[in-house]
């Protein structure tokens, strides 16, 4: 979970009553398909950057200072950008602004073309804070957001490039280009705390090298910060050592014994989409409904230690990584999942159908069914929107945005209740960033209403 969401919780509320816990007896499916093989360039260790130096880097080991923090993986066709840090001072007195810089290198002799497909960068404050929303508002315009996160993943989802991306950058051979310069500044805010999140889909069409870089701001002559220049990005790239203090160390995955440490991520993940149709199985192009008052759900996210008894671990593998951060993409921040549902309705009457996103109790394996609590406890395991697209009973085709705040244990509220005619087939798709402020699993639960 993202700790800015933590720190600037609001006044603190008055005792929630217990929790009950409630128990769906009910089936979890695998999800069908897999994740593409995009590789993804996963900066998030440590999350909280108190020094300047190198916070990932990809590039050639050769002529570095510090050749172990260079993983020497370059880039070609589509891969994508996700950075995802937070701004503290390492003292209460220094209140310098940290820059966040993103290089991409051209290793090669030809000139590359890097397009940028979308891109989106925010900060906590004052671009995207923490507020306390319902548990789900329309989202049509995009302008519902409660967190850094939150909004990043909303603008990927509709294909936004912010006006400060350019639509690409070109590459000279053997040079580098900044992607990204931007601040994370702490002075005015109280506690001096920010984040900056940023996700962009990249296409090259020749190799490139990349790597996230933190830097305080260097001060002009009149002593006023300033932005950091190329040269100096490019300096701090190959003297500079790793960004200390580092994150927990994370629990090797053969290890069974104890609690899971899944770490922070480091390195190049590989796979930026899930996308599947899901059917009754290999062979057929339909989904059959459940019963009436019956329902099952899909595992979203599902992960070691929470696979929902679907024995699938649905999290991006890394391509390569620093030895003591995430062994694995945990939670799939930045994955895109596009999932489409072919409904079909066997019986002779028309049915309803909820789909619903749900956050239920993290287990791996599953006793009685999903379980949840009423009330939801009090943390925030989810911020985001979801796209949920059908056609109605006239015909007509909706598509609608919905943010989702869902706590540990919410049931929560259909994003559509769609009725089906007697044996016929009506198709949803449903359509999310998997945001970073967001915990999981979560499972995509499809009910038949009584009638």
Sequence with gaps: MFLLGLLFAQTTPPPEPTPQEIVKPQEVRPLAGQLNSVPVFNSNSPEVVLSEGILLST???????NPEAHLSFPFQGRFDIFAHHIAKPPTPEDLRTLYLGIML???????????ILAAASYLSRPDAPFIKLPSQVPNPEGNVYAGPGSRVMNDILRGVRQE?????????????????NLPIPVR????????RSTYIKLDSNGEVYAASLAMFAPVDERGEERKPTLAEWKELLAEGELVTPRDRVPTPPNNTTGGIIYGRVAGVSQGSQWKATLTDNNRSEKLTIPGVGEAFSYGIST?????LGTNQIQTAPMLVRYPDTAYSAHGNYGVEYSLTLPFYNPTEASKT??????TPIKQDILTQGLRFLEPPAPQVFFRGTVEISYEDEQGNSVNNYFHLVQQRGQQAEPLANLTIPPKETRTVKVDFLYPPDATPPQVLTVKTLTE
């Design 303 to 307: 992960l070691a230690g929470g696979r």
């Design 105 to 115: 290198h051209n290793p090669t002799k030809e000139t590359v073309t890097v397009d």
């Design 164 to 180: 400060n991306f350019p639509d690409e950058l070109v590459i000279p051979p053997g040079e580098s280009r900044m992607l990204l």
């Design 59 to 65: 590039f050639a080991k050769e002529n570095k200072a």
């Design 188 to 195: 005015e805010w109280e506690p001096p705390l920010n984040g």
């Design 353 to 358: 159908v909820a789909v619903t996103l749900q």
